[in-house]
Structures are given as C-alpha cells and as structure tokens.
Antibody, heavy 119, light 109 residues
Framework: QVQLVQSGAEVRKPGSSVRISCKAS????????VSWVRQAPGQGLEWMGR????????DYAQKLQGRVTITADKSTNTAYMELSSLRSDDTAVYYC????????????WGQGTLVSVSS | DIQMTQSPSSLSASVGDRVTITCQAS??????LNWYQQKPGKAPKLLIY???NLETGVPSRFSGSGSGTDFTFTISGLQPEDVATYYC???????????FGQGTRLDIK
C-alpha cells in the first residue's frame, strides 16, 4: 500500500519561499502523476499543479504560474513543491497526491503540511 | 475552462437516510469524474473514481453514477461516521488542470 509522507509544518514571513517534500513509501511514483493541492482555513480544495516524475515534466495552475515549482527525484521517490513570494493568503494546508487506476483520480494522499505566512 | 457546479453546499440527514449529491460540468467530461470524502483535520479520501467505480476498501453504501455533464453521488443508508465534506473533481488535458467542486458539508440531524 502506497503511503505519501510529507515534511513538517512551516512558518514563513511574507515575501519568502517554502519547500515541502512528499516521499512515497510502500511503493513508487511509477508512471503516475503527483499533484499538489492546498486548502486554506475553512475553504475548499485548490489544485496547484502536478508532475509526472518518470517524464520529468510539470504543469501548473494558471493562478500560481511563476510562483510555484514542482519537481521530483525518481531515485528517492520524493516530490517537492516550492512556493515563492509568499503572501498571507498562502496560509493553508498543502497536500501531495498520487494518481492510480482511475484516469484522473488522486488515489493516495499525503497527511498534509501546514504552511503559515505571517509577519 | 470547464466549470463544476456541486450541490447542495450543505445537507443534514438522519441515520439510515439515502443522501444524494450532484455535480454538473459545463461541458462533456465523459466519465472522468471522481468523488472524495474529507473529515475535519484529515486529508481527502478517494471514494469513487471514473464516475462509478468504488475505490478499494470503500463501503458499498457509497456509489456514483452519470456521464457527460451530470453526475450523482449517493450514500445508501447514512451512518454517523459519514459526517464529512464531500467533493467532486474533474480533470482537463488542454490545458492540464484539475478542478474540484465547491464541496458539500454533510451532517446528521
């Protein structure tokens, strides 16, 4: 059973950057996509972007283009999401999620990482 | 851009009730529609993929149907542990994008 384990909570000041990791255990990324999804306090789910680790490509939500970078290290089955120029409204729980049998579904999710942005 | 309209935004039902949530796409998305359950403080959990396929280990009281633009998620026999927020989700390829519905908050009367 694949498990995705994310790095711990982060506190950042406005204008800085944050990098979160997501490591697969009990399995690999294989040929599946790895997406990042965030959830601001009391709000819904927002897709940020995804990578296909075995191809080394990434796509990003238009809203975050230029501020978000998603990468993956196939050798360690670890994906990364870096968000720059942080603002207070980037305060959220950030999730990584991997695809599976479903054509477009996110079958496996990390436990979430809280990023707090405050001066 | 494909827009997703999920309804209702909140719902209160009794234990044992049949509960239905709908999701409408602004254009044909074939059967590429997925449903998730999220409990407070937890990550979302996939329940239904490709409109009607039950994810492994998910109780059979959960089901999904539909194709094209109109989709339905059903809980047949609501249980107390089903209190959660439910989201639909679709995916575009051009440009690549994943979109979630606004969510439906379900509680017990």
């Amino acid at each position: 059973q694949v498990q995705l384990v994310q790095s711990g909570a982060e506190v950042r000041k406005p204008g800085s950057s944050v990098r979160i990791s997501c490591k697969a255990s009990g399995g690999t990324f294989g040929t599946y996509t790895v997406s990042w999804v965030r959830q601001a306090p009391g709000q819904g789910l927002e897709w940020m972007g995804r990578t296909i680790p075995f191809l080394g490509v990434a796509d990003y939500a238009q809203k975050l283009q230029g501020r978000v970078t998603i990468t993956a290290d196939k050798s360690t089955n670890t994906a990364y999401m870096e968000l720059s120029s942080l603002r207070s409204d980037d305060t959220a729980v950030y999730y990584c999620a991997r695809g599976g049998r479903g054509a477009t579904a996110l079958h496996y999710w990390g436990q979430g990482t809280l990023v707090s942005v405050s001066s | 851009d494909i827009q997703m309209t999920q309804s209702p935004s909140s719902l209160s039902a009794s234990v044992g009730d049949r509960v239905t949530i709908t999701c409408q796409a602004s254009q044909d998305i074939n059967n590429y529609l997925n449903w998730y359950q999220q409990k407070p403080g937890k990550a979302p959990k996939l329940l239904i993929y490709d409109a009607s396929n039950l994810e492994t280990g998910v109780p059979s009281r959960f089901s999904g149907s539909g194709s094209g633009t109109d989709f339905t998620f059903t809980i047949s026999g609501l249980q107390p542990e089903d209190v959660a927020t439910y989201y639909c989700q679709q995916s575009d390829n051009f440009p690549p994008r994943i979109t979630f519905g606004q969510g439906t908050r379900l509680d017990i009367k």
